[in-house]
C-alpha cells in the first residue's frame, strides 16, 4: 500500500509565498502529481514530478525527492483564488490503485 | 474545463433504491477511472476501464458495479443504497491508463441519499 502524510490545514497572506509539504511510502514509484481541488469541484492537475529536483511552472513549482520519499508543492505570490485543497498522489508501478492523500486544505487570508 | 463530462450534476434518492451515473471522457481518451469522495474525505478510487476492459479495482463495494462501453463511455451503478453512499463521484480519463497518465476529471455527481 501507500502511506501518504500531507499537513491538514495551512494559511497564508495573499503576496506571500507557502509550501504544502507530502511525505509518502510506496513501492516500485513512479512519480507523483499534485493536484488542485476547490470545494465542491472537480480536482485539476497541476503538476507530476518523475525525477528528483524543481520543475516550475508560473507561480506553482513542485519538488521531487525519491530517496526521501518527500515532495513539496511551493506556490508563489499567493492570490485570493489559491484557497482550496492540494492532493498529493504518488504513483506506483503496479497500476492497481490510484490513491490520493488526504489533501491539504490552504487559506489565503487578504 | 477538462473535456470530461458527468451527467448528472445532482442526485437525490431514497436508500435501498438504485442509480446509474454517466461518464464520457475527453476525446481520444481510452481509460476511464471512477472516484467517491465523501464529505471532508479523500478521494477514493473505485476502478479503472481502459478499451472497455476493466483493469485496476479499489474500494469499490460489491453493490456498486461499472462498465465502460464501445463508444468509451462509462456508467457507474449504485444498487442498494445506503446513508453513508452519499457523496461526490468523480469520473476521470487518461489517454493509456498508465500509472504516469494525467487524469483529467470530470464536475462529478453529487448523489444524496435520503
Known amino acids: 500500500g501507500q502511506n501518504i502524510d500531507q499537513p491538514t490545514e495551512m494559511t497564508a497572506t495573499e503576496g506571500a509565498i507557502v509550501q504544502i509539504n507530502c511525505t509518502y511510502q510506496t513501492s516500485g514509484f513512479n512519480g507523483l502529481f499534485w493536484y488542485q481541488q476547490h470545494a465542491g469541484e472537480a480536482p485539476t492537475f497541476l503538476s507530476y514530478n518523475v525525477l528528483d529536483g524543481l520543475e516550475e511552472k508560473g507561480r506553482f513549482s513542485s519538488f521531487l525527492s525519491r530517496s526521501k520519499g518527500y515532495s513539496y508543492l511551493l506556490l508563489k505570490e499567493l492570490q485570493m483564488k489559491d484557497s482550496a485543497s492540494y492532493l498529493c498522489?504518488?504513483?506506483?508501478?503496479?497500476?492497481?490503485?490510484?490513491?490520493f492523500g488526504p489533501g491539504t486544505r490552504l487559506s489565503v487570508l487578504p | 474545463d477538462s473535456g470530461v463530462t458527468q451527467t448528472p450534476k445532482h442526485l437525490i434518492t431514497a436508500t435501498g433504491q438504485r442509480v446509474t451515473l454517466r461518464c464520457s471522457p475527453r476525446s481520444g481518451d481510452l481509460s476511464v477511472y471512477w472516484y467517491q469522495q465523501s464529505l471532508d474525505q479523500g478521494l477514493q478510487f473505485l476502478i479503472q476501464y481502459y478499451n472497455g476492459e476493466e483493469r485496476a479495482k479499489g474500494n469499490i463495494l460489491e453493490r456498486f458495479s461499472a462498465q465502460q462501453f464501445p463508444d468509451l463511455h462509462s456508467e457507474l451503478n449504485l444498487s442498494s443504497l445506503e446513508l453513508g453512499d452519499s457523496a461526490l463521484y468523480f469520473c476521470?480519463?487518461?489517454?493509456?491508463?498508465?500509472?504516469?497518465?494525467?487524469?483529467?476529471f470530470g464536475p462529478g455527481t453529487r448523489l444524496t441519499v435520503l
Open positions: 476521470a480519463s487518461s489517454v493509456s491508463g498508465a500509472t504516469g497518465d494525467t487524469q483529467y
Open positions: 498522489a504518488p504513483r506506483d508501478n503496479y497500476g492497481q490503485n490510484f490513491v
